[in-house]
């Protein structure tokens, strides 16, 4: 995000436009999904103060949506990565970054090993979620 000084007058107007509210049908959802992605094509650092605002704003309210209406069930930390890499088309090399070996991601996906509270962090990262999934 640029270093800009935050406009509370410019950012007033992005609001006017976006008109952003709790999230209630599927329509606003999509729509509050689409405007998101639009910003985050922007990039982080090409956004002005007031579009980072807005991103922030717009995935809280895209995050409270999916949580009334798509909880995550309560599985297991293994559960969780097979879930979290079939969403995001990973392979168990993909991991590899992330867990340190393909020995030792073969055995965490396998459930032969757990996932360490370093490795629950890192994939948190990795998947832009609390690291208490995982643990």
Known sequence: MKTDAF??????????RVLPRPISTEQEYDEFVALTGQLMEKGEDS???????????LAILV???????YPLGEGSPRDMLLFLMEQHNLRQKD???VLGSSSVVSAVVNGK???SKRQ????????????????
Request: hydrophobic share 40%; with cysteine; glycine share 8%.
């Open 7 to 16: 406009n509370q007058k410019k950012y007033g107007r992005l609001l006017l």
């Open 47 to 57: 956004l002005s103060p007031e579009e980072g605002a807005l991103l922030e704003l």
């Open 113 to 115: 090993r757990g996932i």
């Open 63 to 69: 995050q409270d949506y999916d949580g009334r209406h």
């Open 95 to 97: 991991l590899v970054p």
């Open 120 to 135: 629950a962090k890192k994939l948190s990262e990795l998947f832009h979620c609390s690291a208490d999934l995982f643990i």
